[in-house]
């Protein structure tokens, strides 16, 4: 790891927090306190050795200084790109500490992504009070809409300087992230004293450094549902077969949560993880062998894995420029009708896709408390003048990252991890589905 870890601030802080009187002595957080960026032993004993400073995030929390003023502060929350369980969770959390523990009135929030940051778009900012957010978190969604498609920064920012907004609360997936920096650029090109914070929405946890994305808990439950249903259809008919498509685009952490969850799936398909369909050890053998011994099976699928079967599919892309996925689901559903009606096999298949039911979704309690928490920590960076800034979580601390770094590369399944192996015991499927 030979990124810069260090987060842009605007200044020094000069302000004291409010919280002076409201938290221990022990509650603030020292500049200089910080988490471990590496989990490798065998590294770390070599940066000891080599008297190299280890690779640390800064801490995330309250700071005894902060850089804004307290009751003072304006500040914008904008949320982007798909829906995710959790964000009306994150919204509240932000204009409650921004409220009643730092006393800034003045939170407005942007209608329909980064559209509503630009005015000529016509949507008009929301004021967020805690009577506005008094029981969003129990809805699913964003009650600020959200969109896709690209904004022109210097109009974002225009508006920024227009609003007196001191903090962006950017809610977001990559593309969010990225627009988050371009944003900040155009701050630091002007000159302009505005922090950027990142909260990293991600269903599919696939940010580098962040251990657990918010709503990630809330997507594999309701997973777990589809793959039960799946599994109780499959074994009320003579080799019947459910397939249940998640959510996953590179990473298929959704996928292999569910699939140990439920103890259910004999196949786990992730984007990792490259599959052949035929030959004698491509997929529909192993299928069509586990259907002879067992008379049903239950076939998790994330929706990019086996997007090699593709390639010679016209290409398409969403509004903000991002590959759409073709459909695997229904693509593996074809192909293992195919297959057993060729070998003369009866069966019957279901396919599930509860996508759009598991981005609907209200927060589980625990993904609701994780909301919250991620929420504080961002108001804490955004009032200690912090920027470019992600909150983060890192080995059970939450911690503060460049944008930059998280956005860089994505989080995957290492197919080595005790969590592949368990994916392997729960299944019992073969280690790889390739013909050599
Ligand atoms: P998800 O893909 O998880 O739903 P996302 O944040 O990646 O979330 P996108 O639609 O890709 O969703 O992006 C959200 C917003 O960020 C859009 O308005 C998009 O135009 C903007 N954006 C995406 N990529 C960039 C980029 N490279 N530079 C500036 N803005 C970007
Ligand atoms: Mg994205």
């Known amino acids: 790891m030979e990124e810069d870890l260090t987060i842009e601030r605007l200044g020094t802080c000069h302000y004291t927090s409010p919280f002076e009187n409201m938290i221990q002595e022990t509650g603030f957080i020292p500049d200089d306190e910080r988490v471990v960026a590496i989990t490798d032993k065998g590294l770390i004993e070599k940066f000891i050795q080599h008297d190299i400073p280890i690779p640390s995030f800064e801490k995330a929390g309250p700071r005894r200084k902060v850089f804004f003023e307290p009751g003072e502060t304006v500040s914008g929350i904008v949320t982007c790109g798909g829906i995710c369980p959790g964000l009306n969770s994150v919204i509240r959390s932000i204009v409650m500490m921004n409220y009643y523990r730092y006393n800034n009135k003045r939170i407005y929030g942007f209608r329909y992504g980064y559209a509503g940051l630009v005015k000529e778009n016509g949507y008009d900012v929301q004021l967020l009070t805690p009577e506005i957010v008094e029981t969003i978190h129990t809805d699913g969604g964003t009650i600020l809409g959200t969109s896709r498609g690209n904004q022109d920064p210097v109009k974002m920012v225009d508006r920024l300087q227009e609003l007196n907004i001191d903090i962006l609360y950017t809610i977001g997936g990559d593309g969010t992230l990225r627009g988050a920096q371009q944003i900040a650029e155009e701050i630091a090109r002007r000159g302009l004293k505005i922090a950027i914070v990142g909260i990293p929405k991600t269903i599919d946890n696939d940010i580098s450094y962040i251990d657990r994305s918010f709503g990630f808990e809330t997507a594999f ?44 799936p004999n196949f786990c398909l992730i984007p990792e993880v490259d599959f052949d369909l035929d030959g004698s050890n491509g997929f529909l053998s192993h299928l069509t062998r586990r259907l002879l011994k067992r008379k049903h099976a239950v076939i998790v699928v994330a929706e990019g894995a086996g997007q090699k079967f593709f390639t010679n599919d016209k290409e398409e892309y969403d509004a903000s420029g991002n590959k759409k996925l073709k459909d695997i689901g229904l693509y593996l559903k074809q192909k293992i009708s195919e297959h057993l009606t060729k070998h003369h096999i009866s069966h019957s298949i279901k396919y599930i896709d509860p996508s759009y039911t598991i981005r609907s979704r209200p927060p589980t309690p625990n993904d609701s408390i994780f909301c919250s928490q991620l929420a504080q920590a961002a108001v804490h960076a955004g009032m200690s003048g912090r920027t470019n800034v992600l909150v983060g979580y890192y080995q059970g ?12 590369r994505r989080k995957k399944i290492d197919t080595n991890s005790s969590l592949w192996t368990s994916v392997l015991e729960t299944t019992g499927q073969p280690v790889a589905m390739v013909n050599s």
């Open 397 to 408: 601390n939450f911690t503060y990252i460049p944008i930059d770094i998280a956005t860089r």
């Open 221 to 264: 439950s309701e997973a777990c549902d589809a793959i039960y249903a799946a599994h109780t259809e499959a074994k009320a008919h003579d080799n019947g077969i459910g397939i249940v498509k998640v959510m996953g685009r590179d990473s298929g952490f959704i996928a292999a949560h569910a699939t140990i969850a439920t103890n259910e």
